[in-house]
């Protein structure tokens, strides 16, 4: 499996953005899929996770805010961000695990203007 994450931009706070992060080769609906980030001097964080099963876990900085989905036949996750604020700008990027395997996708960058 490899990924490829899109959808990030400039948006004003209270904003919306959804990223994608889209999945090439098989068995992809055997993966749980994390959505991270990380700001500028910052460590990366968990943002919100997504089993194969389809049971969702989000870091409580983003609950109410973020929505994680996945659509397996498309091969894709995705995360839609709404109220976003300053404080959510980061690189964010999409992670795949079924152990022992990770992969990482590349980063989409979220700027959130004030």
């Known amino acids: 499996v490899q990924l490829q994450a899109s959808g990030g931009g400039l948006v004003q706070a209270g904003g919306s953005l959804r990223l994608s992060c889209v999945a090439s080769g098989s068995f992809f609906s055997r993966y749980g899929v994390g959505w991270y980030r990380q700001a500028p001097g910052k460590q990366r964080e968990l943002v919100a996770g997504i089993t194969s099963g389809g049971t969702t876990t989000y870091a409580d900085s983003v609950k109410g805010r973020f929505t994680i989905s996945r659509d397996n036949a498309k091969k894709s996750v995705y995360l839609q961000m709404n109220f976003l604020k300053p404080e959510d700008t980061a690189a964010y990027y999409c992670?795949?695990?079924?152990?022992?395997?990770?992969?990482w996708g590349q980063g989409a960058q979220v700027t959130v203007s004030s």
């Open positions: 992670k795949a695990e079924t152990l022992p395997r990770t992969v």
